[in-house]
């Protein structure tokens, strides 16, 4: 079969045709001399429209993250996250290899958080415990399913933080989704997170970028800190230029990816092999599992029909949408699982 449905990642879309000129028209300058105009105007654009002081464009998610955490810590400092969360679970360990601090881990709900789960997990201030410092959210999860803070909850765990003096970090890699789900508007999110990472090649497709929000005083610090990982990029407009177009372009076509997440999930409703939670589907990524049948098998039985998902556990699979699946596509997974799991 030629057809191909791509769900196994929001990270696979191709820059569209507009996406490839405007990257070709970029005026560009070198990026480690300050000199890049598209990158300049763009952290300055992403920065106000989060409402954060400053911005720094970075190759990954990963990069962003990572510096957040470098500047937010001190060597034998402790970091509280979801035990599903990406910093955790995606980053090769690199807080303790970049920054020398630990992370502890907590469990949440499908990745979100409690205060008062937070508050448990906080060090008492002895010379031999870990200094807890920051607390690190994503908003929308990963491992979670595509869950989602709401505004009162990102406030509560701000407060929280300010009672302990501590930070918070926001991993949004996929935070345009989380913002349509939970109707905030995105200038809210510089008022709970000290730091906050932000992804352009998820679902908004542009092919590589992310950035790192924070005050001029942490950013200033952080550019060195991307010098010396090798983050350092010259002409590197042409990324940023297709970042800006995603933004402007693809940010509200995230709401159909929304919602052909859920018409999969009534689909997998109905199915008799198949085991899904309504609830858990905010955003664009669904997770569900199978029953009576390896996890791989399920996964061949798709790939036959030209249907692409990746193992998410033992028994979970994992569906992402983005704005390549079409309304035909969704047509046809739909009725490719009620013929293979009724």
Known sequence: MNRKIDLRSDTVTKPTAKMRKIMAEAEVGDDVFREDPTINAF??????????????????????????LH?????????????????????????????GVQL???NGRFGIMEPSDIEKAIRPCNDWDPHTSVIALENSTNKGGGSCYCKKELMDIRNLADEYHLSVHLDG??????????VTELSYYGSVADTMSICFSKGLGAPVGSMLLGDQDLITPARRVRKMLGGGMRQAGILAAAADYAVDNHFQLLREDHKRARSLGKTIMQCSKLVIDMNSIRTN??????????????????????ILMVPFGPHTIRAVFHFEITDDDMNHVN???????I
């Not at 989060?50 to 990069?63: D, H, I, K, N, Q």
């Not at 500047?71 to 035990?83: A, F, K, S, V």
């Not at 990524?285 to 049948?293: A, H």
Request: charged share 20%; hydrophobic share 45%.
């Open 173 to 182: 890699a996929r935070i345009w989704n989380a913002a349509l789900a939970t």
């Open 104 to 106: 502890r881990t907590i």
């Open 71 to 99: 500047m937010l810590t001190q060597p034998g400092d402790e970091i509280i996250c979801d035990y599903t969360s990406h910093i955790f679970n995606y980053e090769s360990a690199a807080a303790g290899f970049l920054s």
């Open 335 to 341: 009725s490719v699982f009620r013929h293979l799991f």
């Open 43 to 68: 952290e300055h654009k992403i920065a106000d429209m989060f409402g954060f002081e400053a911005g720094l464009f970075v190759p990954s998610g990963t990069m962003g993250n990572q510096l957040a």
């Open 285 to 306: 990524i669904l997770l569900f599992d199978v029953k009576d049948i390896p996890v791989n098998d399920a996964l061949k039985m798709l790939e036959k029909e030209g």
